[in-house]
């Protein structure tokens, strides 16, 4: 009789819905499941098209529409040279990036959650000005080298003298949003100051400078995930292991990194995504040895029109490294928050 009281309880269940607002929720599901997936299907489905059938309209069902070829995916696996390389670019620049991405973004993140800073305004003013003495030394002509040693000597010179005047003080949520606004500032703004930066360096079109590009534009990001989470793991857990002798290194180590599992494989998944998938740096800083997948897709634009049958081969190509890592990765995503919910 209580089974039957339960049934009951749960059929009258004022927050259970109506098998009509079921069907219309599942119904706009489904709907929606195939808005999103559909792209996907056609740019299988167009990878096994000739470029007869790309150009002779849309057809959708292979072997009743049209007769399935693997002609390019064999110009694009055999023939391509490019293809090998740019898959192993963008592999070694994502992977390399992200995880010193990780490193810095998590160091920074976890010191601005635990660790109180208070720099003047008016010392931030004159580091401001010291770089900027500096560039105007290099660009009067003088060696660089100079130029850095002169705006150094005016930033220690203003630490010590005036700046001290200043009292205006900037916080941890101050530094935070700085950091992320760096976010703000369009991609395209920077480029030309990175391809002449590298270019003075000799490194243009090498993974080096796409990897350095990369961190810097990724690292505000990462800080900006890590450090609500790191802010919500207890302090208690680091006090403890500082009463059992641990120093705070060993304690960021062995402590707090385990417990922030699921935010640092959700960051690095997010950073790893922006990178594999970037293309304004890549298309200034690269042309041919360090080319990426993005811009081997774009070179599939020539002068015949777009080779459409060729760019689904190889998105398909560039996607399923990212697929198959976000699967596996997604295991250890559940068992760290199953972990933080048993230390809870």
Known sequence: MSAGGGKSRLAHDPL?????????????????????????YWMVTTSFKTPIDVNAGPVY?????????????DYIVNDE???????VNTAVVGVVSSLLTLVLGASASYGLSRLEYRPRIASA?????????????????????????????????????????????LSNDD???WLISQRILPPIAVVLPLYVFFQQLHLLDT????????????????????????????????????????????????????AAVPGLVATFLFIMVFAWNEFLIASV????????????????????????WNMSVLILIMS??????????????????????VKG
Do not use: C, K
């Open 81 to 87: 040279p490019q293809t090998a390389r740019a898959l």
């Open 125 to 169: 003013a004159a580091f401001v000005a010291g770089i900027a003495v500096a560039a105007a030394t290099a660009a009067a002509g003088l060696a660089w080298q100079f130029g850095i040693l002169l705006g150094l000597a005016f930033f220690a010179a203003s630490v010590a003298t005036w700046a001290r005047r200043f009292e205006a003080r």
């Open 285 to 308: 800083l690269t042309s041919a040895d360090a080319q990426t997948m993005p811009m081997l897709v774009a070179a599939q634009n020539a002068t015949r029109g777009p080779q459409w």
């Open 320 to 341: 399923m490294p990212v697929i198959l890592m976000a699967g596996f990765l997604e295991r250890f995503i559940a068992r760290g928050l199953l972990v933080g919910a």
């Open 207 to 258: 993974r080096l400078a796409l990897i350095v590009s990369y961190v810097g534009a990724n690292v505000p990001i990462a800080i900006w995930l890590l450090r609500d989470f790191f802010a919500g793991i207890p302090v208690h857990l680091e006090e403890a292991a500082a009463i059992d002798g641990a120093s705070r290194p060993q304690t960021f180590w062995f402590v707090v990194l385990p």
């Open 175 to 177: 530094i935070a949003f």
């Open 16 to 40: 259970a819905p109506s098998p009509r607002a079921r069907v219309v929720a599942y119904a706009v599901l489904v709907a929606w499941s195939l808005i999103v997936l559909f792209p996907i």
């Open 61 to 73: 069902i292979p072997g009743v529409d049209y007769e399935a070829s693997t002609e390019a995916w």
